[in-house]
């Protein structure tokens, strides 16, 4: 009688002992009331709005249309416009009778080039445009560099709290197992196991922690917000339908997708805009050079106006010129050259074509892969911390040992960690097709999806 009450104060005292550390769901960490709030969106806008290289992005578009408008000038007539006094005094003249001025007004421009400035012209409109996709390309960049550094602060946080909820597990089993020793019903060795790791749990919150801080310094520095800023938390509920409709995808719905997408990021892709800019720019240059077998043809008006003693006396002539360069080796050695930075442009814009369409073909599946590993990797947890809390009530009745538990303990934690990785490696792949397509808003995609 006497051992079944002492049995029975024993499975009260561990479960007095253990209520309070009985472990729970992951819950968000809490968010400090002065913390700043910071959306994803404004994260973006804050990145654009700090960024050096985006500003250097937008003045090249103002050089190079100043480029553009230099050589547009080059075509227009040259005026000039000079004044001009003399005076030929000698014997029996007056002061007056030998002074004379003139002023002359002077016009000449190209009429005939060979196409030359209209090809240039044509090549810094080219450049001017490839500049533009630069900036947006940048754009794009920047926008991604946001994201990551936004998706990282929230990995963090959730891997903090991952670590801090195993923690907490170690310690209530650290606090049954010197229950257990005190009892005479764990030996020491297990005791001695238990409390080693404990202390690698608390060693894996303090690397967690440093991490969290690493990552919030790289997001403060990106949007220029204090340290103090605190991410908006991600509702991933609300990719529950996308995560179904993308689960549901058979072999020909993939490839239908990833049809999709390629067509869609060779459209849109600023990057392969560039590669058909550089082409153009290439062939424009070819006609430049072919430009110089033609004679350059330019005509020239010059009005004079002289006042001297004897009255005033309008003067005009009209001339017409033509020069073309009889050194045809170094014009065809020069039209060799262009034509070889065409065909160079053109291999150039097709491995640009391929190379896109292999990479998002890759992030496509690397998207899918992450998103179906979301519901798989939160199932998995579901049954790991279903199974720590059976283990768990029977450690506490002896009918499983402290190794058991522990087993038990690091799979949730796997669990755990792997469901963390998977979602927040889908926002990752999200934001990575978003910049191969070359969008800044990934809701245009997630409508075009089948």
Do not use: H
């Amino acid at each position: 009688m006497r051992m079944s009450t002492r049995a029975t104060m024993f499975v009260l005292l561990m479960s007095a002992i253990a209520t309070p550390f009985l472990r729970a769901e992951e819950s968000p960490s809490p968010v400090p009331v002065a913390a700043q709030m910071l959306s994803l969106q404004k994260a973006r806008e804050l990145t654009l709005l700090k960024s050096a290289s985006l500003r250097k992005a937008e003045l090249a578009v103002d050089a190079a249309s100043l480029v553009k408008k230099a050589q547009d000038y080059d075509f227009l007539p040259s005026l000039s416009a000079s004044v001009g006094g003399s005076s030929d005094y000698g014997s029996g003249m007056t002061l007056a009778e030998s002074l004379s001025a003139t002023a002359n007004v002077e016009a000449s421009a190209t009429v005939f080039d060979g196409g030359k400035n209209a090809a240039l012209s044509k090549k810094y409109s080219l450049a001017t445009d490839a500049a533009r996709e630069s900036l947006r390309a940048t754009r794009v960049s920047l926008i991604g560099s946001a994201d990551s550094a936004f998706f990282a602060v929230l990995e963090a946080e959730a891997s903090v709290d991952a670590a801090a909820s195993d923690l907490d597990a170690a310690k209530l089993r650290l606090k049954i197992a010197q229950t257990k020793v005190d009892a005479g019903s764990l030996s020491k060795a297990d005791y001695l196991q238990t409390e080693s790791e404990t202390a690698s749990y608390e060693t894996t919150l303090i690397s967690a922690k440093k991490s969290l801080s690493s990552a919030r310094a790289k997001l403060c520095y990106l949007t220029g917000l204090p340290a103090s800023t605190e991410p908006e938390r991600i509702d991933f509920a609300g990719y529950d339908g996308l995560l179904g409709k993308l689960e549901a995808l058979d072999e020909s719905g993939i490839d239908k997708l990833v049809a999709s997408l390629v067509a869609m990021a060779k459209a849109n892709s600023p990057s392969l805009s560039n590669y058909a800019l550089a082409s153009g720019q290439a062939a424009m240059s070819l006609e430049a050079a072919k430009s110089a077998y033609f004679p350059s043809v330019s005509a020239g008006l010059s009005q004079s106006l002289t006042l001297n003693p004897s009255g005033l006396g309008p003067t005009s002539s009209l001339s017409l010129s033509a020069s073309l360069s009889l050194d045809l080796w170094t014009t065809k050695n020069a039209v060799d050259q262009a034509q070889i930075a065409v065909k160079e442009a053109a291999l150039d814009a097709e491995d640009g074509s391929s190379t896109l369409e292999l990479d998002m073909s890759q992030a496509v599946y690397e998207w899918l892969s992450s998103a179906r590993a979301i519901p798989s990797s939160a199932k998995a947890l579901e049954y790991a911390e279903s199974n720590y809390e059976n283990v768990l009530e029977k450690f506490k009745l002896s009918s499983a040992t402290a190794s058991d538990l522990s087993t038990a303990e690091a799979l949730v934690s796997a669990d755990k960690t792997a469901l963390i990785a998977a979602r927040y490696a889908f926002l990752s792949d999200l934001s990575s097709l978003r910049g191969l397509l070359g969008l800044e808003d990934e809701d245009k995609f997630l409508e075009a999806l089948p």
